[in-house]
């Protein structure tokens, strides 16, 4: 039976995979893209049954397809974090490890089912998705030094934010490309050491990038929020989702959000949840037509302009 791995190209979906395929080294096909390029499982050919391994996407914004695999015969496995519908499949060749606990991730759901084998790719893929103060007491936990907690913190990050474009084209990397050349490490603090050329191109552009992200105008700000505008431009599509988490680190008490201009005249939003109350992001984004996401971090695709104001208002009221 032909295996498909379908997963999200963040730092999460990536590390999830690594472990899942360091455990099971098995040849598969690959399917992912952009971090909002969600709806994938549609891709998985569903005329004959094949075994589909489905990492940080929203179940929700898949259910379809899934069912449409499982009705042909398909066997199923879905790991993952965010919101997953009102039900799951109740089907023999559904398998599912899904927690929705703003302190978990798909990685370290992955981690728990392989008993730790991997364990610094899931503290990587903690410290990616924003999860630091999890991550840190994870990488005490494990023995690890600081340098070497901040070094995976380094290149979790880095990894999350080149999931982040309207399209591959906008990254330095096509996620799978990057997934293949990270696999080759059983721990992440080897390919660090040995300072691969997709890591250093990797952190080269994730510093240059951020640089000019942190100096951009805010667009609003309130006693509970702040809104940071960016142009319609690829180092700005790249930076948006790792500079709300940056902001959110800085501002603890503040929920954040990054408004990233379309070509189409529309708005790319990150939204992060105050670090102190982590709950509520996915909420307000599905108020929006393409909103989702999940309660810490959440996004909607593309607000129309004539909505801004309004997203801005909600934005200041939200967690006020």
Known sequence: MKTYDVFNGD???VCALIQLRLANPIESTLITGVKRDIELVKRVPAAKPVQVNILDISLDKNRD???????????VFYVDHHFPGESLPDHDSFTALIDTQPTTCTSLLVDQYLSGQFHNWAITAAFGDNLNAVAEDLATKAGLSTVQAESLKALGVCINYNGYGATVEDLHFHPADLYRE???FEDPLALIASEPPAWKALRAGYEEDMARGLAAPLLAESPSSLVVRLPDEPWAR???????NELANRNPDNACAIVTAKLDGTYLVSIRAPLNNRTGA???????????????????????????DEFLNVMTKFWS
């Open 11 to 13: 730092a999460d979906g």
């Open 65 to 75: 397809a899934v069912d449409a695999l499982l009705s042909s015969g398909s066997r």
């Open 182 to 184: 990270f696999a080759k």
């Open 238 to 244: 790249r930076v948006s989702g790792v500079l709300g």
């Open 282 to 308: 996915d909420e307000l984004a599905r108020r929006f037509p393409t909103g989702g996401g999940r309660k810490a971090a959440a996004g909607i695709n593309s607000l129309p302009t004539g909505q801004l």
